[in-house]
């Protein structure tokens, strides 16, 4: 059946400015010497000596723009409207869960007693931060079905090399030292980066012709030279590891630890948990499964879970009680691999990821998987006559389609294909990735869009293979309708300009 | 149930149906069936928003905020400032907030110009040519560095003085473990600087990867940067500096002085405290770094039709394209406190930053002044905003003491528990100084 598009809150948005498509000054082109925004209080402290300081004293106050700040408002709400964003429109980028922020999170992120606390306040004056932090590791650790978690990791990366550390500590404390880490030929750029960093060998298991981890193919890579596994589950293809018990009992065969990759966790919370699949180590990005917004490229969070007997490894300080509950104080695990963060991590996005828990419950968790996957299976469906599907199986929260025949037969490719879909009103898909499909469309529509939308962007993805049959130009020429349109890449990185006074010079 | 999936039960049947499938488990039959749960989580079930921000008002309540409960002499990295209604309105933006990384610079370039923006103001404030588009915070940003720092010089020894912010060595030292740094501790003067040994005492040092100092350091002690050049150049070493924003109101740039990189917490340009995060790691480099830099790079080029525009830009030195011989794997960076930065230190402008700095700088020798008054005299001797003393009493006690009378008094520096180490922002009247010197007076008499 085809839904109405008529009324698709999520699509259509326009993504154009509201007046024209001129360039917008920079902040530094609009200051004129002595305009001011700026206001300070009087403190009445006296004027003291610079004497101590006048070794270091520097010549000429720092070259920061002089705006009125009539001009500071317009010139930053005239960025705003040259931005698509969630709060705007679909925007089924896969592997991003880029699903509706609830502004209700904006309103605990400013509540005074979270917002203006120093961190370094001491545990007696902050007994509701510990509280919150103890509270949200127990959502995290059932949700994962793990037994404690560091909330320390500000973003998903972080989170994946801090539990890589535990790993190592792991096998440090068994007087081992094996190097490899396995990692799947579709997982995500920043898992081999980490292992490097880590201080491990990555080694890659290829997929089979379904998409997932080949296991016999496993079977021969792991020996007692390996640490353990990284993995996606649904993998980065949308599909669920079947088989994925079986793999894991090769790694844990070698006294190996398996390291779940919690970028995918939105298609199974409250459906099944990493910990019973036999993970011991799991990172949650909040800021995907738990919606707290995305910033633009940030803030995030990356919480990193542990099964008992890798606890001790954990980063500290903890939250933890020493009465039952009564009190609250910071503890530091015996075996600590250290801090990852300077002080407790991004701790109001951790607020408002727990205000969101709490919002749906347990049962609401669950739909919110559960309509995820719904979304995603139906919108594939929807799509099978426009593009081919990648893999044939029933996908969880995204799935992968490829332009490859798309580009054969018109010469419009998978990066055509998104750029033309901005000129619908819709943010475009992940292109070029995962690596093992050629002109891959990774789409993930989340749970938030409603079916009319999801009928809205697949007519617009129609339209545009359509289009590109009868006038392959046209589409290559898209997008038309945004602020600016496609840009010469190749120039900003042959001779970079990356501050205002590198093109001055 | 609730949730913020708009769909009707009848739509749930019909796309259902369009799937030939009778239920949402059958979405899950590629799930073995032992994995399958069978029992709820074991959580609460569902609040509605009133009562999710009641429960989230009563954990606020037990907190002590600055100002509505604490006048607060505590810095390391974390400030009480005063915050522009302009950054916390602009910062708020829904089109700021709920975007994500600018991968269709089409649709993207207010985020992209106001990263290019913050970029320029970073880079004209460290003295350095390039700067990234953040990192996750101050102690991120100096691990990035001396990841980098190896990567350039293939030297893993890295020299840290010991003013350096101590979570920052600490996370150091986490992440070390990964990449084999061997870390070594430069000590510090009576002074509360780095004690650097002169190029006599130094005839034959081993290569080094880098020369880490604070400026000012976490005791408060303006360090210098010409004899941390020295030392670092007698090494083969780059020299990295951790910069508090704020002082090069009034100080000469870590770059004049000749460093490499320059990294810093950005907490202090516009975002609130925020009981430590999210804040806003800073990254400046010099140009011949600049395909080694980590995090995003925005740069400038055109459009199609010829009009300026922004775009990420050198992505080959990313991990998504690198993979396992990236040296870095950021991903995400801190692109809306980046943002609330531009836009706070714009509103602040030339004077007013230079003007901010000074007060911070009257208002913590003032305080120093005071606290002589009482026996309390800073064992910092050229410093900023900020300046450690040496109390008669355990420094925990007395921090604790302070809080019935309504101050935080400061840092305790892990490890020593007889020194304080306070600050003064713009935020801090004469009254509330004055005050916070007479409750000491009471506590030590």
Known sequence: MRFSSTSAPGGRASSAPLVGDAEEPTIFELSAPSRRSFSLRETDVPAMDLGPIEAWLRDEPVELPEVSERDLVAHFTRLASRNYSVDLGAYPL??????????????VAAIDGLTNVHPATPPEAIQGWLRLFHELERYVCEITGMAQATLQPPAGASGELTGLLIM?????????????????????????????????????????????????????????????????????????????????????????????????????????????????????????????????????????????HLADFLPGPLARSLDGGTSYTWMTPRRSIGRVHAFHGNSVVLARALAFMKYLGNEGMRTMSELAVLNANWLRARLADSFAVAYEQPCMHEFVVSAEALKAETGVRALDVAKALLDSGFHAPTVYFPLVVHEALMIEPTETESPQTLEAMASALENIVAMAHKDAAAVVSMPRNTPVRRLDEALAARRPILTEDQRLR | MPSFAPHTDEEIQQ??????MSSLQELYSSIPA??????????????????????????????????????????????????????????????????????????????????FEFQTIIARLFGLPIANASLYDGAASLVEAVNMAVGFTKERRILVSAGVHPSYREALGTFGAGTHLLLETIDLCDDDSTCFPS???????????????????????????????????????????????????????????????????????????????????????????????PGRLVGETLDQEGRRAFVTTLRTREQDIRREKATSNVCTNQTLMAIQAAIHMSWLGKRGFQMLARRNYDGAHYLAQQLAGIGLAASTTHFFREFTVHTPISATELQHRMLAHGFLAGLVPPGHDDRLVVVVTEARRRVEIDGFVDAMAKELR
């Open chain 1, 94 to 107: 896969g592997s991003c869960t880029m699903k509706y922020n609830p502004k209700f999170a904006d309103q």
């Open chain 1, 168 to 308: 190592r500590a792991y096998h440090a404390s068994r007087g081992r030292t094996p190097r490899k880490v396995v990692i799947p030929d579709s997982a995500h750029g920043t898992n081999p980066a980490s292992v490097s960093l880590a201080g491990f060998q990555a080694v890659t298991v290829p997929s089979g012709a379904n998409g997932l981890v080949d296991l016999a193919k496993l079977r021969e890579l792991v020996d007692d030279d390996t640490a353990g596994i990284m993995l996606t589950n649904p993998n980065t293809l949308g599909l669920f590891e079947e088989e994925i018990r079986e793999i894991l009992e090769v790694i844990h065969g070698v006294d190996g630890l398996a390291y779940y990759d919690g970028a995918n966790l939105n298609a199974i919370v409250g459906v099944a948990r990493p910990g019973d699949m036999g993970f011991d180590i799991v990172h949650s990005n909040l800021h995907k499964t738990f919606a707290t917004p995305h910033g633009g490229g940030g803030p995030g969070a990356g919480p990193v879970a542990v099964v008992e």
């Open chain 2, 199 to 293: 190029a006599d005492e130094e005839t034959e040092v081993p290569r080094a990867g880098a020369v880490i100092v604070g400026y000012p350091n976490y005791f408060g002690a303006i360090e210098d940067l010409a004899a941390a050049r020295a030392m670092a150049d007698r090494r083969g070493a780059l020299l990295i500096v951790v910069a508090d924003p704020v002082a090069l109101g009034l100080l000469r740039s870590p770059g004049e002085f000749g460093a490499d990189i320059v990294v810093g917490e950005g907490q202090s340009l516009g975002i609130p405290l925020s009981f430590g995060g999210p804040y806003l790691g800073l990254f400046a480099a010099k140009s011949e770094y600049v395909r080694l830099m």
């Open chain 2, 15 to 20: 796309m259902l149906a369009d799937l030939g």
């Open chain 2, 34 to 115: 032992a994995l399958l749960r069978t029992e709820p989580l074991a959580l609460p079930p569902d609040q509605s928003e009133i009562e999710v921000l009641e429960e989230f008002a009563a954990y606020g309540a037990q907190n002590a905020a600055v100002r509505s409960s604490l006048v607060n002499f505590a810095g390391g990295g974390a400030y009480d400032h005063d915050l522009s209604a302009a950054v916390r309105h602009l910062g708020s933006q829904s089109a700021f907030v709920t975007a994500y990384t600018p991968y269709q610079p089409e649709v993207a370039q207010g985020v992209l110009q106001a990263l």
